[in-house]
Each structure stands twice: as structure tokens, then as C-alpha cells.
């Protein structure tokens, strides 16, 4: 791609964070009257460039956060500062314009496109509502097409005239990317763009992303349930749990020497692709409890091999332990213990 960002692109310092939230809280009306807490409090910046992993169980709320991000809809509570500006305070024409910036990659990649449509009409129609005043003229936004799909891997010529059906799951990824990317934004938001796509190609698109990522200067928030997928792809690390951040920490960090033991029990549940490598006999205990009515004190307490007392009664407050490791928890793991085999 040749053309540039839009004009009205608020810019700041690369000093302070491209995306700042705060004590996010998402909530959903439920029967008889109940609120399922799905984010509680969450708060995280994400710096220019950075690639934030979001990882946890089914039900943790990772997607509600990468959707209240989006203000899609918005949070019950919290801010979201993108780019220096408060999205939550933001409406009409002004939020339109600064969702231009910050593009959503989902999971299922061929249900999130139009059956309908070509690909290039697809990929028209997001220029023709939100793209810069540089495409104004139809043939600047074909060979914008043709660029776009060429950078994702795919033949502009082949591709531009078929529809989604035609394609394979990994192929509806790569177009649903050129589709976040040719607004050319500062931040995409990935909720589990691999779960759906085989083991080998899920390897081609995280790949793809990182190329991207530098090529673009392009900030990640990418979402996923898989800590092997996130490990080849982050560089901090937040695990959910219930709603809450158990555990925010660089990449390397969390996975050598994880604090939380929800963290811990995570990490050893990852199969490691070496037959010698005996099976650890480690497994979270007991279900996820209801976000109808989550545990008192600490969330996690009711499946934790270390919960007291104290546990129950005060709610663990997310704290420092090494420069950039933060972890929510009353008896975190000692970080100078030995660690099994690598995962």
C-alpha cells in the first residue's frame, strides 16, 4: 500500500501508550433480572508496535474486553483512551472516525464476510465508507484492492472476483486481514484468528501477522485461548480469569517463570510436540464458576491448590513482583523455582 494515513489521524508521542484502559467493567443483562459479569475492572496500556497476548479459559471475558475496546457495544463502566482521546465519551461521526484506527480480525473468518459479495467488493466497501481521501477515485481504490491482497498472500487478479465459499478457512483469514488492514490502522484487534484454521496453517497466518506487525508499525491485542499460539506472537502476556487479570507479565517472563498458579496450571496443560516428554499429571480441578456469582475474595480460590483463608475473604490486588511482572494473587509461586521441560 502507497497511501497514506487519514488527515484527521489524532497523533501523540510514542512515550505514552496507544491504548490506555481502565478498570474496564462489561455487563450483561440476564433472566429475572441478574447482570453476568463478563470484564471486571480490567485495566492494561498497550505501547506503539507491542503485541499484547490475552489469554484464558472459555468464559474468561477475553473477547468481551477486545469488543469493549471496540466499544462494540460499549463497557458498563471504565475508559478506553486511544490515540490521547476517551472513546467511551465519543460519539457519531468523531467514534467513527476514530474506529478507522482500530480494526477487529475475527474468529470464524468465513461467517465475518459477506456471502454475497466479491472479495474485492468487499474489500471496496470498507474503503468507500471509511478510507482515506487519497482513494477517492476508483481506480486508485482497485489497485488499492490488488495491493492490499497481494501483501496478505493471496493472487490480486485470482482472488479480486470470487467469492468467500471459494476459498479455504486459512484464505477467508488472510482476506479478512487485508480487509482491517488496507484502512491502514494503528491498532488490530484479534479475537482467536487461528482456532478455527489447521495446525499448519495457523502457523502461516501468526506468521503473516508478525511480518505485518513490523512492515506496518501496527499495535496487536490478539486474544486466544492457546498459550503455544500466543507464546510465537506476544510480547507481554495477560491471563484472565472470572473477568479479572490474574497475571500480566512479558512474554518470556510469564512462561518461564509464572506466578499465579492459575498461570502455572496453564502453562504445564500445554502438550508439548516431544513423545519423550512424559505427561504432566497437573489439571485445573472443578468447573469455571458462574459469572451470575463469582466466589468471594479471590475468583480463582475454589480451584487454587493454595487457596487460605484469606483467600475467601480479600480480593487479591494486582501488584509488582519484578520490573513488568504484575500478578493478582495472595500466594504467588516463587519466580527462583525450578521449571519442567519447555513448552
Given amino acids: 500500500m502507497t497511501y497514506a494515513m487519514p488527515s484527521d489521524t489524532t497523533t501523540t508521542s510514542h512515550d505514552q501508550p496507544l491504548l490506555s484502559a481502565s478498570n474496564i467493567v462489561v455487563e450483561y443483562p440476564s433472566r429475572g433480572g441478574q447482570r453476568v459479569s463478563a470484564v471486571a475492572g480490567v485495566s492494561f496500556d498497550l505501547r506503539h508496535g507491542e503485541t499484547i497476548g490475552v489469554v484464558g479459559e472459555s468464559g474468561c471475558g477475553k473477547s468481551s474486553l477486545g469488543r469493549a475496546v471496540m466499544q462494540l457495544p460499549r463497557p458498563t463502566s471504565g475508559s478506553v483512551v486511544f490515540a490521547g482521546a476517551d472513546l467511551t465519551q465519543q460519539r457519531g461521526r468523531s467514534l467513527r472516525r476514530a474506529r478507522v484506527q482500530m480494526q477487529m480480525v475475527f474468529q470464524d473468518p468465513i461467517s465475518s464476510l459477506n456471502p454475497k459479495r466479491s472479495v474485492q467488493d468487499i474489500l471496496l466497501e470498507a474503503l468507500a465508507v471509511a478510507g482515506p481521501a487519497s482513494l477517492s477515485r476508483q481506480t486508485d481504490r482497485l489497485d488499492a484492492v ?4 497481494a501483501e496478505v498472500g493471496l493472487d490480486p487478479v485470482a482472488a479480486a472476483s470470487r467469492r468467500p465459499h471459494e476459498f479455504s478457512g486459512g484464505q477467508c483469514q488472510r482476506i479478512c486481514i487485508a480487509r482491517a488492514l488496507i484502512l491502514a490502522p494503528r491498532l488490530m484487534i484479534c479475537d482467536e484468528p487461528v482456532s478455527a484454521l489447521d495446525v499448519s496453517v495457523q502457523a502461516q497466518i501468526l506468521n503473516l501477522l508478525q511480518d505485518l506487525k513490523a512492515k506496518y508499525s501496527l499495535s496487536l491485542l490478539f486474544i486466544s485461548h492457546d498459550l503455544a499460539v500466543v507464546k510465537h506472537i506476544a510480547d507481554r502476556v495477560m491471563v484472565m480469569y472470572l473477568g479479572k487479570v490474574c497475571e500480566l507479565a512479558p512474554a ?8 499465579h498458579p492459575y498461570s502455572d496450571l ?8 516431544d513423545p519423550s516428554v512424559p505427561i504432566s499429571p497437573t489439571s485445573i480441578g ?7 456469582n463469582p466466589p468471594s475474595g479471590c475468583r480463582f480460590r475454589t480451584r487454587c491448590p493454595f487457596a487460605s483463608a484469606v483467600c475467601a475473604e480479600r480480593e487479591p490486588e494486582l501488584r509488582e513482583t519484578s520490573p513488568g511482572h504484575f500478578v493478582a494473587c495472595h500466594h504467588p509461586l516463587d519466580p527462583v ?5 519447555s513448552t
Fill in 146 to 149: 490488488h495491493n492490499i491482497l
Fill in 252 to 259: 518470556d517472563d510469564m512462561y518461564r517463570r509464572p506466578q
Fill in 266 to 273: 496453564l502453562l504445564q496443560s500445554v502438550a508439548v510436540p
Fill in 286 to 292: 472443578g468447573d469455571l464458576p458462574s459469572p451470575l
Fill in 337 to 341: 523455582r525450578p521449571v519442567g521441560p
